[in-house]
């Protein structure tokens, strides 16, 4: 495994660098976000470790960025800012998780794992088209057509929650299961997101008159093309 960590604490970097070479992982450090981001664009990375405060380029920023440019490379944030507002921020940019400082390196490795297999498990290797009488998903290519026209707007994240509700129509899934099965971790204070993304998805697709998000109150979510299909 080949991580890009960039982080400005030297004494962080020290104790990263010295668990990896505990575990075998090759990594590479920048100390500041324009570095880490020209690190970025000419290596291949299994997955990035980004502080969210860095000289240059904050992480924020550099994750918006990266994601602007259609990269589905896993990505942890580390910071120091612990509300929730925070840490919607950051997975909203195109974070797939973060871990909150002061931690220890156990713990990111564990979420170091976890998020790994959270990409491979949902990687679009599969051939083929899925969708309905209104809706294209290209699991290889990662394109979307609705009622005929093409969708590009999507985001990483947006596009995989979307592809996970095409591959079951009509079944209800509460917050805490699509985090699971689409983000692949849980942590306290986090459903925020997953409505955040169905705002969002309902926004690019579909119509007051032809939803395909609907609120099954009290319960979650289900994706269905039928208009008698919303629940609340």
């Known amino acids: 495994m080949r991580i890009l960590v960039i982080e400005d604490n030297e004494s962080v970097c020290a104790m990263i660098e010295m668990f990896f070479s505990k575990e075998g992982i090759e990594g590479e450090f920048e100390n500041d976000g324009l570095k880490g981001y020209t690190a970025y ?18 992480g924020v920023t550099l994750c918006r960025k990266i994601r602007q440019e259609g990269s589905d490379v896993p990505i942890i944030m580390l910071t120091a800012k612990d ?23 156990l713990a990111l490795m564990a979420r170091i794992k976890a998020v790994a ?5 949902h990687k679009p290797e599969e051939k083929g088209e899925i969708g309905t009488s209104l809706l294209k998903i290209n699991k290889e290519t990662r394109e979307v057509m609705f009622d005929g026209k093409s969708i590009t707007n999507l985001t990483p994240k947006e596009f995989d929650l979307l592809l996970f509700f095409g591959q079951h129509p009509r079944q209800v899934f509460t917050r805490e299961q699509l985090l699971e ?6 942590y306290y204070g986090d459903e925020r997101t997953v409505d955040v ?18 609120t099954v109150w ?13 629940e609340g």
């Open 197 to 214: 993304h169905i705002k969002r998805l309902r926004k690019k697709l579909g119509s007051p008159e032809q939803p395909l998000f609907h």
């Open 83 to 105: 509300s929730e507002s925070d840490q919607v921020l950051g997975l909203e940019m195109g974070a797939d998780d973060y871990v909150t400082k002061p931690f220890s390196p």
């Open 181 to 186: 099965r689409v983000w692949g971790y849980q």
């Open 218 to 230: 009290g319960v979650g979510y289900k994706f269905d093309e039928s208009v008698d299909g919303n």
């Open 117 to 121: 297999r959270r990409y491979q498990k």
């Open 41 to 58: 664009r000419n290596g291949s990375w299994d997955l990035l470790i980004v502080d969210w405060m860095l000289p240059g380029m904050d």
